[in-house]
């Protein structure tokens, strides 16, 4: 989850060297990663050399910083902020000449390139901001132990060779792209949930939660729901809706316990719709003002939609413990520098839907050991936000992250997700309901929302009963079957019933049959 300036001098333009970078990434079972940089710098011009060099690296755990050249080691300083470290090293023996060749060697060790959640193992290899300067440019990953682990790798390496329990990746080329590696299937997550209802009527009034729900990023095992709900609904964008009778003035304190296993591509049935409609005019997605109209049509897609807010937004990381409301896409696009992974998601929507792309946002839990690189406010409920949007060739929707692609220095969540991104709500029809777990509560200090890896998963229980014309789903997972299409737990379903046949349609069934005895060609219907 990288990022790396190489930069000479400021006042020396590119075209004053020629470089090439070979970078080395070896990374051990444990995560431990050591890196080697090697640039090598010739110089265009016999009057302008290199007399010093700055590397900037998204990452705060950066150690063994050792520098050397031809002429032996060069001193360095770092300084490190937001998440990000810049080491300076000074070249006290310059190469001078036309052509003439200088080679500085940079190693470090650092933990921020391999994240293990479960049995998974996820890579970011830094993309150089300035490697499509390059005359060539070559990354090496060695990887222990991920042989026989399904991967996905974005882009393709050039080469994949084994090297006893390592693989070894070579990259060529690929100057614009960070490198993504992903080792497993999925991961197993235990989510405990605490929401406070409250009816402040003076007659009884139901209300209702949101629970998070399946996907085709994420599979929902229901384990516990104290107390159970009268009944658990299908909305539209494919939430989980538990309701509840309140009394009056009655508060409800809901406990939940649930488990979802996560994927990084869409890989089970997504029980939303696909005939989405694009709303109205809303708050925080305007799809109509000039400023949304004019990018839109400059966009065109949302791959580059995602591009430009990777490239031209600054996340705001003072905003990140609370207190600045959400801004919605018209404010964000005149104040790209003061966002938040809201701003970044209202205004792909915005753009999206005003190219006539169905979009909508998610909200969520993003699982993550760097909040600098992933921003996540674990410390309280704020949650992270990303968007959807439905692909039509594939007939899927497809979510994606432009904020962390953006503060991780452009690690691709385009391609894929990870195995991270844990969805709580989906925000379709309305642009602020329904309100995503750790939203129910009267004290803002309360933690209502824990998420842990699970070791295990209980047993799913696929079971159901008919009652008074209903089916009910008293398991702990969904129905997705041929009768009752797709039914959460605790939802309920009414079969539709065989019409009940007039004693016309009868005379004519029994004709009909009387006839075929008779006939070598019966007819289709009398």
Known sequence: MSLCHFV???????????TSFNSQYNINRLGETSVTHTITLKNNLSHIYATSYTLATSGDKLGNIVASDDSGPISTTSSVQNGNTTIQLTISNPTIGKDQIKTITLSYTTDDVVE?????????????????????YTRVVRIQDVIDLPQLIYPQPNKVEPDGDYNVYTFVGHQSDSLSLLFGNSVNYKINLTYELKNKEISPADSELALP????????LLSQLDPPPL??????????????????????????????????????????STNFVKTARSKYWDTSSAIVTTLS???????NIYRYLVANFTYNYEGISGGIGRLGAITALSSPTNVLCTEFTDVFVSLARSRGIPAREINGFGFTK??????QNTASDIL???????????KKWIAVDPTWGNTTGDIDYFSKLDFSHITFVRHGLEDSYPLPAGAYKSNAQDKYVQVEIADSLPPEIKTSETKNGLIYNTGNVAIINDEVGYLPPYGTFKPVLPKTLSLYDKIRLICVKLLSKFSLHPPASI
Request: hydrophobic fraction near 30%; proline fraction near 8%.
């Open 213 to 220: 729900p399946d996907t085709s990023y994420q599979h929902i």
């Open 116 to 136: 293990k959640i479960g049995d998974t193992t996820t890579i970011n290899v830094p993309r150089l901001a300035r490697a499509n300067e390059a005359e060539s």
């Open 384 to 394: 992270h936000s990303w968007p959807e949007y439905f692909d039509n060739d594939q």
């Open 297 to 303: 049509e400059q966009l065109k897609t949302p791959e």
């Open 370 to 375: 760097n909040r600098s690189l992933q921003p």
């Open 231 to 272: 009944s658990i609904r299908l909305d539209e964008s494919g939430n989980w809706l538990a309701r509840y009778s309140l009394k009056p003035s009655e508060k409800l304190l809901v406990r939940a316990e649930l488990f979802a296993t996560v994927y990084p591509k869409p890989t089970l049935y997504d029980p939303s």
């Open 8 to 18: 000479t001098t400021s006042a020396h333009a590119s075209g004053e060297f020629t």
